[in-house]
């Protein structure tokens, strides 16, 4: 899933606020919380943030319109300690004899992982806040030391 950072670094980054949000950073945590979208950015429609506007676009589409979860994950807080790792139960569940035992994940049907030492969220349809009988889990956000884990 695509991380606040990865929309951040897309950004023009001068904290214009011609989008209505005082620095680009607020602007990528609007982006990805589906309250404001690319277009909104001006400075963006200059020639030479073509890729960039272009790259941010791709990167959004798979969640809009999409029944999401809403999940960011600010990965530049992220210490990498794994507590969200073994904390989901759809990973306790879909990995028993890794995250269900506390440890690092041994298959690839988990939500969440640290590569690299930070988390990545995928399988996000697995997250029992998607689609339509979604439930309010916090089994994720309540072990993160930093806050790093957020729904908007
Ligand atoms: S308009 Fe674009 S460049 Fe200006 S603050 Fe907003 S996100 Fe940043
Ligand atoms: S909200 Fe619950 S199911 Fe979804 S990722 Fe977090 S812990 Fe897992
Ligand atoms: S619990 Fe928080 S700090 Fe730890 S790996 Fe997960 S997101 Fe990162």
């Given at each position: 899933m695509v991380t606040v950072m990865e929309l951040y670094q897309l950004l023009p980054r001068t904290n214009c606020k011609k989008c209505g949000e005082s620095t680009c950073m607020a602007f990528a945590v609007a982006m990805l919380g589906r309250k404001k979208n690319v277009a909104e950015c001006t400075p963006l429609l200059e020639a030479n943030f073509k890729k960039q506007k272009e790259k941010l676009e791709s990167l959004l589409l798979p969640a809009a319109g999409a029944e999401e979860t809403g999940m960011i994950v600010h990965s530049e807080l992220c210490t990498g300690c794994g507590n969200c790792v073994v904390a989901c139960p759809v990973d306790v569940a879909n990995d028993p004899h890794g995250a269900g035992m506390?440890?690092?994940?041994?298959?690839?049907?988990?939500i969440f992982k640290v590569v690299d030492g930070k988390v990545l969220a995928s399988n996000i349809k697995e997250c029992r806040r998607f689609g339509k009988n979604k439930v309010l889990c916090y089994a994720c956000i309540d072990p993160c030391p930093t806050g790093a884990i957020e729904f908007v």
């Open positions: 506390g440890c690092a994940p041994t298959n690839n049907k988990v």
